[in-house]
């Protein structure tokens, strides 16, 4: 027998154990080996923080802001919140207002990690996915028996109540989670008779199941069901000029479920067939509160079906192959849309993974999207990873991403019955203008009918440059450079007057943009009890601007000439980031402080010439999130914490009421 020598390197990571995603390529693989930069946030951070709603926990990650309009939404690189797809377990949630996806509706209490990949992922995931995508991966139960409650009291007489149950045979692992969140709402302009928060209450209740019937074969589903019920008050003033007071009542529903079988025919070979169905509802009543009679009732009905195919072969140690296709069938019905429109995409993607060497592995990604409304999309994508070294990692990417005209761009029929505007989509802009002539409510059209045409899909070009170096021992840096040049930009135009003073307004493909920036990450091992981390963002974001101007040329005629600039955009802080620090002792006492600062931002066009000036711009603002924990025996914690401690308050940031304590307890068995 001949003795062999074994060697065996370690190389330090960014996470403490192996942290696997899936948002990046598909297939599960360790956060170290992806090509593109992604960023994990664990359940443990989620928990030790204290948040309860996804909206808390993205609001303090680098290079993301929360923005609010129809709801809290998410910018990432620049883009507004309709630019990212948010999933759940590879779900979309779907149900946006004006575009942005309300983010305070999902409950982050049954979150193992959160995965967010920031640049175009259209390659893999179509849609919605220009800006990037925030994938939430729940919690998976595999023990014989586990179950946790948490219960959170708070300001504003807010209530958080979650709980879960798990139960395993081996073969058959199920988990149940149940939430219940609820709040008197608050208000941010005193004397208003609306509360800038209503008082809600909401439910979330999901279901995840997976049963292993063989080696090579396993059935997984999931559901999940939301509910929530808002109060608020509001008023008009009628023709005598009299203020009337009105009740507003709004409930929205939201339901996802989705059954896949796992089938592996073959060594190395995985195809996975999934059904996902899902809606998302709304019912809102405005009553009269002297008399209860109706003033105003809408309804909203969005139903999304997507059946799809996806397999996965390793040819080899060195690459690997995912391809898939479907088909997504959308509908809406709501009284803005009486024709009731509806959606199909077809779509087929296909990428490849190849590790040439130890080294380096390059990854190249193709998706091509064919829809009912709009032309054909392709999006390529290619990225690659080398670690030039034990301490130094490199990572590129370019690709192209797109974004679709949504219901409201394409079939919104809208009038607004107290002010007196309207609002058309593309495809009935023509047919209402022309509607209104004939009932003689137009004064003058502004640009002719014939040229308003149907709006395209919005499309980007993007490249992401960056690195992970490890300075020494316990401190990794984290740096990423990105471009994204954006065309076809949708944006709202007038195109005629009516005859009561107010505009018709459509939608058109005009606006170019880039946005360009950099972030930056430092995380720090201080002690084994004690981590510390900063990021930064950099971003330079503006639109095109076309300017008609009266010149004299050199022959000394008069003649218009037309000058393009490209000038900043509204809402984006040049300057952004976040400080946290977090310990956690043996003897179970725990404590962190959280910091988000946000530069100037520009947020009313004054002039009107649609971008900031100088004169234009709020001034930034930091909060700090503070919190204290002790585990006073196994399985049993108590939390209690101050959010937005400095009281910093606004109107035109309603998502921060000013200085919130709460209180929390936590058991898991």
Same mark, same amino acid.
Request: charged share 20%.
């Given at each position: 027998v001949?003795?062999?020598?074994?060697i065996?390197?370690?190389?330090?990571a960014?996470y403490k154990a192996e942290?696997?995603?899936v948002?990046?390529?598909?297939?599960?693989?360790d956060v170290?080996?992806?090509t593109i930069p992604?960023?994990?946030v664990?359940g443990e951070?989620?928990?030790r923080s204290?948040s309860?709603?996804?909206?808390d926990?993205?609001a303090?990650?680098?290079?993301?802001q929360?923005?609010n309009?129809?709801?809290?939404g998410?910018?990432?690189?620049?883009?507004?919140p309709?630019?990212?797809?948010?999933?759940i377990?590879?779900n979309p949630?779907?149900g946006?207002?004006?575009?942005?996806l309300d983010?305070s509706?999902?409950?982050?209490k049954?979150?193992?990690?959160?995965?967010?990949?920031k640049g175009?992922?259209?390659?893999?995931?179509g849609s919605d996915a220009l800006?990037g995508v925030?994938n939430i991966?729940t919690?998976q139960r595999?023990?014989?028996f586990?179950?946790?409650l948490?219960?959170r009291?708070g300001?504003?007489?807010?209530?958080?109540?979650?709980g879960?149950?798990g139960?395993s045979t081996g073969k058959?692992?199920?988990?149940?989670?149940?939430?219940?969140?609820s709040s008197?709402g608050y208000q941010?302009v005193?004397?208003s008779?609306?509360?800038?928060?209503?008082?809600?209450?909401?439910?979330?209740?999901?279901y995840?199941?997976?049963?292993d019937?063989?080696?090579?074969f396993s059935?997984t589903?999931s559901?999940?069901y939301?509910?929530?019920v808002?109060?608020?008050?509001d008023?008009?003033?009628?023709?005598?000029?009299m203020?009337r007071?009105?009740?507003?009542n709004?409930v929205?529903?939201?339901?996802?479920?989705?059954?896949t079988?796992?089938?592996?025919?073959?060594?190395?070979?995985?195809?996975?067939l999934s059904l996902?169905?899902s809606f998302?509802?709304?019912?809102s009543?405005?009553?009269f509160?002297?008399?209860?009679?109706?003033?105003?009732?809408t309804h909203f009905?969005q139903f999304?079906?997507k059946?799809e195919?996806q397999a996965?072969?390793?040819?080899?140690?060195n690459?690997?192959?995912?391809?898939?296709?479907?088909?997504?069938?959308?509908?809406l019905e709501?009284e803005?849309y009486?024709?009731?429109?509806?959606?199909?995409?077809?779509?087929v993607?296909?990428?490849h993974?190849?590790?040439?060497?130890e080294?380096?592995?390059l990854?190249g990604?193709?998706?091509?999207?064919?829809?009912?409304?709009y032309?054909s999309?392709l999006?390529?994508k290619?990225s690659?990873?080398y670690?030039?070294a034990?301490w130094?990692q490199l990572?590129?990417?370019v690709?192209r991403g797109f974004?679709?005209?949504?219901?409201?761009q394409?079939f919104?029929?809208?009038?607004?019955s107290?002010a007196?505007y309207?609002v058309?989509g593309?495809?009935t802009?023509v047919?209402?203008?022309s509607r209104l002539q004939?009932?003689?409510?137009i004064?003058?059209v502004?640009m002719?009918?014939?040229?308003i045409n149907?709006i395209k899909?919005?499309s980007?070009w993007a490249a992401?440059?960056?690195f992970?170096m490890?300075?020494?021992?316990?401190?990794?840096l984290r740096?990423?450079?990105f471009?994204?040049n954006v065309?076809?930009l949708?944006?709202?135009?007038p195109?005629?007057?009516k005859?009561n003073g107010?505009?018709?307004f459509?939608?058109?493909?005009?606006e170019?943009?880039f946005t360009?920036?950099?972030?930056a990450?430092?995380r720090w091992?201080i002690?084994?009890? !004690?981590n510390a981390s900063v990021?930064y $963002?950099?971003l330079?974001?503006?639109r095109?601007?076309? #300017?008609?101007r009266? /010149?004299q %040329?050199?022959e000394?005629?008069v003649?218009q000439?037309?000058?393009?600039?490209?000038?900043p955009?509204?809402?984006?802080?040049?300057h952004?980031?976040?400080?946290?620090?977090?310990y956690?002792?043996?003897?179970?006492?725990g404590a962190?402080i959280?910091?988000i600062l946000r530069g100037?931002y520009?947020?009313f066009d004054?002039?009107?010439?649609?971008y900031?000036d100088?004169?234009?711009?709020?001034p930034?603002?930091?909060?700090?999130?503070?919190?204290?924990?002790?585990? !006073?025996?196994?399985?049993f914690t108590? $939390?209690?914490g101050?959010?937005n401690?400095?009281?910093? #308050?606004?109107?035109? /940031?309603? %998502?921060?009421?000013g200085?919130?304590w709460?209180?929390?307890?936590s058991i898991t068995?």
């Amino acid at each position: 027998v001949t003795d062999k020598e074994m060697i065996i390197r370690l190389r330090s990571a960014i996470y403490k154990a192996e942290t696997f995603v899936v948002t990046a390529s598909r297939t599960q693989r360790d956060v170290e080996e992806v090509t593109i930069p992604v960023t994990v946030v664990s359940g443990e951070d989620i928990r030790r923080s204290g948040s309860m709603r996804l909206s808390d926990v993205l609001a303090e990650q680098t290079g993301m802001q929360i923005v609010n309009d129809h709801g809290t939404g998410i910018q990432v690189q620049g883009f507004d919140p309709d630019y990212s797809l948010v999933m759940i377990d590879g779900n979309p949630v779907i149900g946006r207002t004006s575009g942005t996806l309300d983010l305070s509706r999902i409950s982050v209490k049954d979150v193992e990690q959160i995965e967010i990949v920031k640049g175009p992922s259209s390659a893999l995931w179509g849609s919605d996915a220009l800006a990037g995508v925030i994938n939430i991966i729940t919690e998976q139960r595999s023990t014989p028996f586990s179950a946790g409650l948490t219960t959170r009291y708070g300001e504003h007489n807010t209530l958080d109540l979650s709980g879960d149950v798990g139960f395993s045979t081996g073969k058959w692992d199920n988990g149940i989670f149940f939430n219940r969140n609820s709040s008197a709402g608050y208000q941010l302009v005193p004397g208003s008779v609306s509360q800038t928060v209503p008082e809600y209450e909401n439910y979330t209740m999901s279901y995840r199941t997976n049963l292993d019937i063989s080696d090579r074969f396993s059935i997984t589903g999931s559901v999940r069901y939301f509910n929530e019920v808002q109060d608020n008050l509001d008023f008009i003033t009628d023709d005598k000029g009299m203020q009337r007071i009105l009740h507003s009542n709004a409930v929205r529903e939201d339901f996802v479920a989705r059954p896949t079988v796992s089938y592996s025919p073959a060594d190395r070979l995985d195809i996975d067939l999934s059904l996902l169905t899902s809606f998302y509802k709304t019912d809102s009543e405005l009553h009269f509160s002297d008399n209860g009679e109706l003033y105003e009732g809408t309804h909203f009905n969005q139903f999304y079906n997507k059946p799809e195919l996806q397999a996965g072969y390793h040819w080899g140690n060195n690459h690997h192959t995912v391809a898939g296709g479907g088909v997504i069938f959308e509908r809406l019905e709501a009284e803005r849309y009486p024709s009731h429109p509806d959606f199909t995409t077809q779509f087929v993607f296909g990428q490849h993974a190849w590790k040439p060497g130890e080294k380096l592995e390059l990854t190249g990604g193709l998706r091509f999207d064919t829809h009912s409304e709009y032309s054909s999309q392709l999006s390529p994508k290619f990225s690659g990873r080398y670690n030039a070294a034990d301490w130094i990692q490199l990572r590129a990417s370019v690709g192209r991403g797109f974004k679709a005209p949504d219901f409201r761009q394409l079939f919104l029929d809208f009038t607004n019955s107290t002010a007196g505007y309207s609002v058309f989509g593309s495809s009935t802009a023509v047919e209402g203008i022309s509607r209104l002539q004939n009932e003689g409510n137009i004064s003058q059209v502004l640009m002719p009918v014939s040229s308003i045409n149907e709006i395209k899909a919005e499309s980007s070009w993007a490249a992401n440059v960056g690195f992970d170096m490890d300075l020494f021992d316990p401190v990794r840096l984290r740096l990423n450079v990105f471009r994204n040049n954006v065309t076809d930009l949708i944006e709202t135009t007038p195109v005629a007057r009516k005859t009561n003073g107010q505009s018709v307004f459509t939608y058109i493909n005009v606006e170019e943009v880039f946005t360009q920036g950099l972030e930056a990450e430092l995380r720090w091992e201080i002690i084994n009890s !004690l981590n510390a981390s900063v990021g930064y $963002q950099f971003l330079d974001a503006r639109r095109n601007i076309e #300017t008609e101007r009266t /010149v004299q %040329n050199s022959e000394g005629e008069v003649e218009q000439v037309t000058e393009v600039t490209f000038e900043p955009m509204f809402n984006r802080s040049k300057h952004s980031g976040n400080v946290k620090l977090y310990y956690e002792s043996e003897s179970g006492w725990g404590a962190n402080i959280r910091g988000i600062l946000r530069g100037d931002y520009g947020l009313f066009d004054i002039n009107g010439n649609s971008y900031v000036d100088q004169n234009e711009y709020e001034p930034g603002y930091t909060v700090w999130n503070l919190a204290v924990s002790k585990r !006073l025996f196994a399985g049993f914690t108590l $939390q209690s914490g101050i959010d937005n401690a400095l009281d910093y #308050t606004n109107i035109n /940031v309603p %998502n921060l009421p000013g200085r919130l304590w709460y209180v929390q307890a936590s058991i898991t068995y």
